[in-house]
C-alpha cells in the first residue's frame, strides 16, 4: 500500500518525466494575488504565467502545493472533522502547461497516470464536460471513456475560477465509482451530494480571463491548470473512504491520542480528526511567517488554534499538547517541506503560547456559556451580546462559540453580535479621539477600521502584490494621485518594513500596467497601518488598484546588515563594560548604525578595540539568525534584551544570534537574544565587517557608538589605509611605523604646549606683554594688584592668580585678559583674608563693568567672562570698590 509521500513522489516523477519541472509549493501567503488571504490551489503562483505577465524558463511545471481553505471565500472550517473530506490544509498535486499544450496532451496525461502508475481500475471511473466543450468530450472517447461515462455539467462546477478576478476557463473532472453499497448518483443527478461518486482530480482549461465588471476576454495563449487533492487519491489507494483514515493523518490523530492518553477510535475520535487537520494548517502558517492576531491572516490563524485546543480540552488536556505532536508532523512532513524542519522550533514555541494563554480562559469562557444557556428556554439561540461578551473577554472567537453549541443543538444570534461589535467600535473610536492624538492621525484611524491592519509580508519576501485601499494627499483621503503627484498609498499587505524599532523604514518601487512608482518611505500609523509615501509614474494612481511592491534590495540588505550587527555589539559592550549596559535608543539606516547605550564615562581605545573584536568573531561565525516567538516575560526570563521604556504586547519576536564556545550565555549558549520586531540577516556572515568609528556623549549617563558594515565598512578601511599611507610618506615612515612617529609628534606637540603656556605665564609675571610690571595698591588697608593681560587665555589666570597671591603673601587679586577682544576675568583672596573678602563679589562687580553677567567660584578664587575688554579700568575701579567696603 503506497503512502502518501510515495503517491506524492509517483505523481511529481510521472510530470518530471514528461518534461515537466518540479516546482518549490509556494509560500501560504500569496506574494502574487492580494485577492487571496491563503494560497487555496496549486495554480496561485502560476497566475501571471496563465495572462502572460510573467514568463519564466520552463512552459511545464508540476507541484504539490500546500492550500489553506479557513477564511473568505475557500472557508470549510466548519465542516473539519465531521466530514470524510474536509479540511483546512490539504495538498493539491498539480501539473501546469503555459501555452505548451493543452486539451489534446492533458486529458491523455491524467488518464495514463490515473489508470497506469496508480492502478485505478478504469471501469471504475467516469469523467464530466463543461456543457459546451465538445472537444474534451471527444477525447475523453478517445482514450477509451464510453459516451454513458461522460456526464455534460452546464452549472458552474465545470467552469473554473480562482477568485471573482484572474485566469478561468471550463474544465474536466475525473470522479471514482465507489460501489452501489454506498449511496449517491453521480455529478448532475438529485443523488450528486452522496459520498458514492467522489472527484479526484480537476483540468481546467485555462481560456479566459474575468475581470471585476464582470466581462471575460480570451487569453492569449491557452494553458492548462489541473488539481488533484493529495488526501483523496491517498485514501482511495490505500483503500480508504475518509481521507482521515490515510496513513499520514492517521499517524497524526494516534499523536493526539497518546497526547492524551485517549483511544484514536473511541467516542473522541472527531476532536482526534479536528486536532490533526488543525495541527497542519497552524504549523504551516507559523512557518510561513503567520503570526497569531486579532485581524487578517493572524485571527484566522487564532480561530483554527484555539479551535483545535478547545477539542483537546474536550479529550481531558489539562496541560497544552498541540506543540508536542509536532515532532510526529516534521516526520511525516519534513522531507518533502524542509520549512517544517527549519521552523520547528518557532511553531512549537508559538503553539505552547497560545495553547498555555487559552487554558487560563477556557474554563471560565465555558462556565460563562453554560450560565447563559441555563437562562434560555428550549433551544434558544444564544443572545448575540453573550457572544460578544466572550469574545471580547475571554477571546472566543465568534466561531469557536458556534462550534461549542453546535454540539448542543444551539446557535447564536449572529446580528446580535454584530451589533455589540458595532458599539464597542464606536465606544472605541470615542476614547481614541479623546486620547489627545495629532488631528492627521483620525484618517489613519478610519483607514484601519475600513480596512484593518496591514499585512506585512516583509519577513519572508521583499516582492509581493498588494491591492491600494486607500491614498492620502495634503491629510485628507483621496481617490487618486496623478502621475508625479507625491502622496501616502496604503495596500492590504506589503514587503515593505515600517520605520519602527530604530530600524528605517524601506524604499522601493511600484510595478503597474502602464506605469510605475517610487517609494521614498514606509511609516507606521495608528492602528498598525503601514503609510508608503509613493510618487506614481507615468499614470494616475487609484484606489483599488492592484500592483506589485518590490523592495530596494541593497539597501533592504545594507539595513538589516546594520541592525543585526546592532544586537551583536550591545552584547559585545556588556561583556566589555559590564551587566549596567542597557540600550538607550538606536538607528539602523541603510549607512550606517548607531547605538546609545547606558555608561558613565568614554570608552578607552582598549575598549573600543575589544568589542569590535568580539563583534567581528561572532560575524565571522556566520551562525544562523533565529527567531522565535515568546511572552514578553517568558523572553526577559531566559535572559533577552528589551529596549528600555518600550511598550510590548502580549507576543514578542526574540532573535537570537551568535553562539559561545564555552562559558555560560544567554538562553544556553546563544551570544546575543533580544526582543526585537526589526528585520535581520539570515547568518551573522551576512553582516560582512564592522569597523566601530569611535563613540561620544549622547547625554547625561548615556554614550553613543556609531559604526559601519557591509560594504561600508570595507570602504572606510580603503580610505583610512590611504590616508595612513600618505601621512606615511610625508613622515617618510613605513605605514606599519606612522603609529608610532604620530604618537611621537603628538607627544612632542603637548611638550611644545605646556613650555610655551609657561613662558606666557613668565612673561605676564614680568610685565611683558605690553602691561605695565604689577604693583600691590593698599586700598582699606588691603594690598590689591590688578593688571590687563594680552597673550595669554582664561585657563593660565588661575596659574598666575597664585603666583601673585604668594609673592604678596596678604592681599586681594584680580586679572583681566583679552582673548581676541573678549575678557577672561579672574580674582583671588589669600587665605587670612577670605573670611571677611569674597574673591567671587570682585568677579561679579569686575565683569559686570565688562558687559558680562555674574561669575563664580570659592571666596579664593573665582572666574567670570565678558564679550567687551574695552572697559577694564571701570572693571578694575568695580573691583576696588568693593574692598574698599
Not at 83 to 101: I, K, P, Q, V, W
Not at 176 to 201: K, M, T, V
Request: aromatic share 6%; hydrophobic share 40%; proline share 4%.
Amino acid at each position: 500500500m503506497p503512502s502518501l509521500n510515495d503517491i506524492r513522489s509517483t505523481f511529481l516523477n510521472y510530470f518530471e518525466r514528461n518534461g515537466h519541472t518540479v516546482v518549490d509549493s509556494s509560500p501560504l501567503v500569496p506574494r502574487n494575488d492580494p485577492t487571496l488571504m491563503f494560497t487555496n490551489s496549486g495554480m496561485v503562483q502560476f497566475k501571471n504565467c496563465f495572462t502572460g505577465v510573467e514568463t519564466r524558463d520552463y512552459t511545464r511545471a508540476t507541484t504539490s502545493q500546500k492550500c489553506v481553505r479557513a477564511g473568505g471565500k475557500h472557508n470549510d472550517l466548519d465542516n473539519v472533522g465531521y466530514t470524510a473530506r474536509h479540511h483546512t490544509f490539504f495538498e493539491m498535486l498539480g501539473n501546469f502547461s503555459f501555452g505548451d499544450y493543452f486539451k489534446t496532451e492533458a486529458i491523455p496525461y491524467a488518464w495514463e497516470l490515473i489508470t497506469k502508475d496508480f492502478d485505478i481500475d478504469a471501469s471504475r471511473l467516469l469523467t464530466t464536460v463543461y456543457h459546451t466543450d465538445d472537444e474534451a468530450f471527444e477525447i475523453w472517447k478517445k482514450v477509451g471513456v464510453p459516451e454513458d461515462r461522460i456526464i455534460r455539467i452546464a452549472t458552474s462546477d465545470n467552469f473554473w475560477q480562482m477568485g471573482p478576478t484572474g485566469p478561468c476557463g471550463p474544465c474536466t473532472e475525473i470522479f471514482y465509482d465507489h460501489g452501489d453499497h454506498i449511496w449517491g448518483g453521480p455529478p448532475g443527478s438529485p443523488e450528486e451530494d452522496g459520498d458514492r461518486f467522489i472527484e479526484i482530480w480537476n483540468v481546467v482549461f485555462m481560456q479566459n480571463e474575468q475581470f471585476e465588471d464582470g466581462t471575460m476576454r480570451a487569453l492569449d495563449m491557452q494553458s492548462i491548470d489541473t488539481g488533484m487533492g493529495l488526501e483523496r487519491i491517498g485514501a482511495l489507494l490505500q483503500g480508504k473512504h475518509d481521507n482521515y483514515d490515510t496513513d499520514l493523518m492517521r499517524a497524526l490523530i494516534e499523536a493526539s491520542a497518546n497526547a492524551t492518553s485517549q483511544d484514536p477510535d473511541g467516542p473522541g475520535n472527531v476532536h482526534h480528526r479536528v486536532i490533526a487537520d488543525h495541527l497542519r494548517s497552524t504549523s504551516f502558517l507559523i512557518a510561513d511567517g503567520v503570526m497569531p492576531s486579532n485581524d487578517g491572516r493572524g485571527y484566522v490563524l487564532r480561530r483554527i488554534m484555539r479551535r483545535a485546543m478547545r477539542h483537546a480540552h474536550l479529550l481531558g488536556a489539562k496541560d497544552p499538547i498541540m506543540h508536542r505532536l509536532v515532532p510526529a508532523l516534521v516526520q511525516q512532513m519534513g522531507e518533502a517541506y524542509p520549512e517544517l524542519r527549519r521552523g520547528q522550533a518557532m511553531i512549537e514555541e508559538t503553539l505552547k503560547l497560545e495553547e498555555t494563554r487559552f487554558i487560563q480562559t477556557l474554563d471560565r469562557g465555558l462556565r460563562l456559556l453554560d450560565d447563559e444557556l441555563a437562562k434560555l428556554p428550549g433551544d434558544a439561540a444564544l443572545p448575540g451580546e453573550a457572544a460578544f461578551k466572550l469574545y471580547d473577554t475571554y477571546g472566543f472567537p465568534l466561531d469557536l462559540t458556534q462550534d461549542a453549541l453546535r454540539e448542543k443543538g444551539r446557535a447564536v444570534d449572529t446580528d446580535g453580535f454584530d451589533a455589540a461589535m458595532a458599539e464597542q467600535k464606536a465606544k472605541a473610536r470615542a476614547s481614541w479621539a479623546g486620547s489627545g492624538e495629532t488631528k492627521d492621525a483620525a484618517i489613519w484611524f478610519d483607514i484601519a477600521e475600513k480596512h484593518g491592519a496591514t499585512d506585512f509580508l516583509g519577513y519572508e519576501t521583499e516582492v509581493a502584490e498588494g491591492q491600494v485601499v486607500a491614498l492620502i494627499k495634503d491629510g485628507a483621503e483621496v481617490k487618486q494621485l496623478g502621475a508625479n503627484e507625491e502622496g501616502w498609498m496604503v495596500v492590504n499587505q506589503t514587503p515593505f518594513y515600517a520605520e519602527s524599532g530604530g530600524q528605517v523604514g524601506d524604499s522601493g518601487t511600484i510595478l503597474r500596467a502602464g506605469g510605475n512608482g517610487a517609494v521614498a518611505d514606509t511609516q507606521k500609523m495608528p492602528g498598525g497601518v503601514f503609510a508608503h509615501r509613493v510618487t506614481p509614474t507615468e499614470k494616475p494612481l487609484s484606489v483599488g488598484d492592484p500592483l506589485e511592491l518590490r523592495v530596494d534590495h541593497a539597501r533592504r540588505s545594507a539595513i538589516r546588515a546594520n541592525h543585526s550587527a546592532t544586537h551583536l555589539l550591545h552584547e559585545a559592550l556588556r561583556e566589555t563594560l559590564g551587566d549596567h549596559v542597557a540600550q538607550r535608543g538606536s538607528l539602523n539606516a541603510a549607512d550606517r548604525l548607531r547605538f546609545d547605550f547606558s555608561h558613565a564615562k568614554a570608552l578607552s581605545a582598549e575598549e573600543l578595540a575589544k568589542v569590535e573584536t568580539d563583534v567581528n568573531a561572532f560575524i565571522r561565525q556566520n551562525s544562523p539568525v533565529e527567531t522565535r516567538i515568546m511572552t514578553p516575560d517568558d523572553a526577559r526570563a531566559i535572559g533577552a534584551q528589551a529596549l528600555f521604556g518600550e511598550k510590548y504586547g502580549d507576543e514578542v519576536r526574540v532573535v537570537s544570534m551568535g553562539r559561545k564556545a564555552t562559558g555560560k550565555g544567554h538562553d544556553g549558549n546563544t551570544w546575543s537574544l533580544e526582543l526585537c520586531g526589526g528585520t535581520h540577516v539570515k547568518q551573522t556572515g551576512d553582516i560582512g565587517l564592522c569597523v566601530v568609528l569611535g563613540d561620544s556623549a549622547s547625554s547625561a549617563g548615556v554614550r553613543r557608538i556609531e559604526a559601519l558594515t557591509g560594504q561600508a565598512a570595507l570602504d572606510h578601511l580603503v580610505s583610512q589605509q590611504q590616508r595612513l599611507s600618505a601621512v606615511a610618506e610625508v613622515l617618510k615612515a613605513q605605514p606599519a611605523e606612522v603609529a608610532e612617529r604620530v604618537k611621537a609628534l603628538v607627544d612632542e606637540r603637548k611638550a611644545m604646549q605646556n613650555e610655551l603656556a609657561q613662558l606666557r605665564r613668565e612673561l605676564a609675571m614680568s610685565g611683558g606683554g605690553g602691561a605695565a610690571a604689577p604693583a600691590s595698591k593698599d586700598v582699606n588697608g588691603v594690598a590689591f594688584v590688578a593688571q590687563v593681560l594680552s597673550g595669554v587665555s582664561g585657563k593660565d589666570l588661575p596659574a598666575l592668580i597664585d603666583e601673585h597671591k604668594s609673592r604678596i603673601g596678604s592681599g586681594a587679586v584680580l586679572l583681566i585678559a583679552d582673548t581676541g577682544g573678549k575678557a577672561a576675568v579672574a580674582a583671588g583672596v589669600t587665605d587670612d583674608l577670605k573670611g571677611s573678602l569674597s574673591a567671587v563679589d570682585l568677579v561679579k562687580a569686575a565683569v559686570e563693568q565688562l558687559g558680562g553677567k555674574g561669575g563664580g567660584g570659592r571666596p579664593d578664587m573665582a572666574q567670570g567672562g565678558a564679550k567687551d575688554v574695552a572697559n577694564a579700568d571701570a572693571a578694575i575701579a568695580a573691583a576696588e570698590a568693593v574692598i574698599a567696603g
